[in-house]
């Protein structure tokens, strides 16, 4: 099992398996931090797969 990340707040849609990913890092005004949890957890979140992350 993977672990993923993923934005705190309400604006994450997404979960990110590259922890440098632009998307998971941009916009620090409206994220107030982030935090790992395995992949089937974000899932069962009704997250998805974040297209900009490459592994
Ligand atoms: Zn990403």
Do not use: F, W
Not at 5 to 30: E, F, M, W
């Amino acid at each position: 099992m993977s672990t993923v990340h993923v934005r705190i707040g309400k604006y994450r849609s997404a979960y990110h398996t590259d922890a440098a990913c632009p998307s998971l890092n941009g916009k620090q005004d409206t994220c107030v931090g982030r935090e790992s949890m395995p992949e089937e957890q974000a899932r069962a979140q009704g997250l998805t797969a974040c297209r900009h992350c490459r592994k």
